[in-house]
């Protein structure tokens, strides 16, 4: 009997193992593999011209030691994921309280709410934002209409640049605004009558009941906000090309000109690690403070 059921759980282990092999197989051959040359080629000095020449870690003192763009491009990613990710938030959960009712038609505004995050890193919306704030798009033209003339656009101005690129990350709340709508539909709504009864007011209920219920969701939400942010690209390529003055040169952008521009392949790989070692940082220090102010129902209350 015990044999017929070591055969049995086998024969499940199998099928399994068969039914996650195309996954498995994918995982190695486009993550697991290049992730590792990459690693290797780190420590090396490739142009794809010649054979990878094995440096140590010269690109990493080379980096952290000579490249002064290199030190520039990490401050405007900082710059631009601690402006950001705040202000997605807090825009999504405002939206997504606002549609928390029983209005009807509330299913086509949140359908119009979710398209800028589908759409909002592609290429296209981001020549558009480029066209609406650079010189001569719409910005300027209501500028001038209300007698406000200005000689240089927000994405020409050194000093509002970023902030520009900031506001487009912002406009794709909707994906943020759809998780923070679902986690507020199961707070229990006796919990806001009985605070009601005992004399709570809107903010009162917001602050001692929505966001401790909500903090399981605002932390799975600012941990990919903030992998995210870090890896945005597209926005600082299209919008500005990094310009003007490289104050909104984004270290993704930056790397992919030492790799691409100057096929200095060994640098972008260690530029591309890191990045891995800054998120994995970011990622271990939210993961060690949540204890501190995330609330799980399972564990009997705030930790």
């Known amino acids: 009997m015990r044999l017929k059921h070591k055969k049995r759980r086998g024969y499940s282990n199998g099928l399994g193992y068969i039914l996650l092999s195309p996954w498995l197989f994918g995982f190695i051959l486009m993550h697991l593999l290049p992730m590792l040359v990459s690693l290797y080629l780190s420590f090396t000095n490739f142009n794809m011209l010649s054979a990878p020449k094995f440096i140590g870690v010269g690109n990493y003192v080379r980096m952290f030691t000579q490249d002064k763009t290199f030190w520039k491009a990490l401050g405007v990613t900082f710059t631009y994921v601690f402006a950001l990710v705040p202000l ?13 009712t029983s209005h009807r038609g509330l299913s086509i505004y949140r359908t119009f709410y979710y398209i800028p995050s589908i759409i909002g890193g592609s290429i296209a919306v981001s020549i558009v934002w480029k066209q609406m704030f650079g010189n001569g798009g719409v910005l300027m033209s209501l500028l001038a209409a209300v007698g406000i003339s200005q000689k240089t656009s927000l994405l020409g101005n050194p000093n ?14 909707g994906s943020s605004m759809l998780i923070f709508l679902s986690s507020l539909k199961q707070i229990p709504m006796s919990l806001y009558e009985s605070a009601k009864i005992d004399g709570a007011r809107f903010w009162g209920s917001f602050v001692n009941i929505t966001i401790p219920m909500l903090t399981p969701t605002l932390f799975f939400n600012l941990i990919l906000q903030v992998i995210n942010a870090f890896r945005a690209f597209t926005e600082s390529y299209v919008v500005t090309d990094g310009g003007p003055l490289d104050r909104t040169l984004f270290y993704v952008l930056y790397l992919y000109r030492r790799a691409f521009n100057y096929f200095d392949m060994g640098y972008s790989s260690a530029m591309a690690w890191i990045l891995v070692i800054i998120i994995s940082v970011f990622t271990a220090v939210l993961f060690k403070t949540q204890n501190g102010w995330v609330h799980y129902e399972s564990k009997g209350g705030m930790n």
């Open 88 to 100: 997605r938030l807090a825009f999504a959960l405002a939206i997504a309280m606002l549609l928390n």
């Open 160 to 173: 509002t640049a970023i902030y520009s690129l900031v506001l487009l990350g912002v406009w794709q709340f």
